[in-house]
């Protein structure tokens, strides 16, 4: 069965700050990778995905992840936070042929002025 | 715009009582999925539906049960026999190609009172 593993269940960052969220996924077999955000009392909303296309991917609000496929990541970043990035960060794997999402547990991102 | 209304967004309800929340979508898509979300707990699956007048248990179904009539509407009830049924519920639709994204509604929030 697929898992995905989330490193951190909150991560704090100063505003200005590099913002690095950790996501590893098991799979045999590459799967899709997406990193959802939600804010307080809202549904999710896609910031990117990864569907083999290329390893770096860039997706909205400037945020990026990179799939690295011999250490089973694919870790979201952004290099400056703000904060109005602050709110929970879900990573998910989709594999091929699949209808069931895995999600992971989640991090909750908190930017300090 | 194409996208997934669910509703109420707040609904408070007595024990013993059954509720039913709503979910509607026009973008055409055939797998549609509940969700509950706990403060801590991330996402679980409680039923998801692949095709119209199909749909399969997922992982925390006891106590709800859903309908899937036609391909736009996947209402899910929560049922007296949930023992806790206060939560945060969220329902999703899948891309057209399983290799696609999940598009989220806004969320309904039930308390038991």
């Known amino acids: 069965a697929q898992s995905v593993t989330q490193l951190g269940s909150h991560v704090s960052v100063s505003e200005g700050a590099l913002v690095l969220l950790r996501c590893n996924y098991s799979s045999s077999v590459p799967p899709y990778l997406f990193w959802y955000v939600q804010y307080p009392n809202q549904g999710l909303q896609l910031l990117l995905k990864?569907?083999?296309?290329?390893?770096l991917v860039k997706g909205i609000n400037g945020f990026e992840a990179e799939f690295k496929k011999s250490e089973t990541s694919f870790h979201l970043t952004k290099p400056s936070a703000h904060m109005s990035d602050a709110a929970e960060y879900f990573c998910?794997?989709?594999?091929?042929?699949?209808?069931?999402?895995?999600f992971g547990r989640g991090t909750s991102l908190i930017v300090h002025p | 715009d194409g996208g997934i209304t669910q509703s109420p967004k707040y609904l408070f309800r007595k024990e013993g009582q059954n509720v039913t929340l709503s979910c509607e979508q026009n973008?055409?898509?055939?797998?549609m999925y509940w969700y509950r979300q706990d403060p801590g707990q991330g996402l679980r699956l409680i039923y998801y539906s692949q095709i119209v007048n199909d749909f399969q248990k997922g992982d925390i179904a006891e106590g709800y049960s859903v309908s899937r009539e036609k391909k736009e509407s996947f209402p899910l009830t929560v049922t007296s026999a949930q023992k806790n049924p206060t939560a945060f519920y969220l329902c999703?639709?899948?891309?057209?190609?399983?290799?696609?994204?999940?598009?989220f509604g806004e969320g309904s929030r039930l308390t038991v009172l």
């Open positions: 990864y569907t083999s296309a290329a390893t």
């Open positions: 973008l055409n898509h055939d797998a």
């Open positions: 999703a639709s899948l891309g057209q190609s399983n290799t696609g994204e999940l598009f």
């Open positions: 998910v794997t989709l594999s091929g042929g699949s209808y069931i999402p895995t």
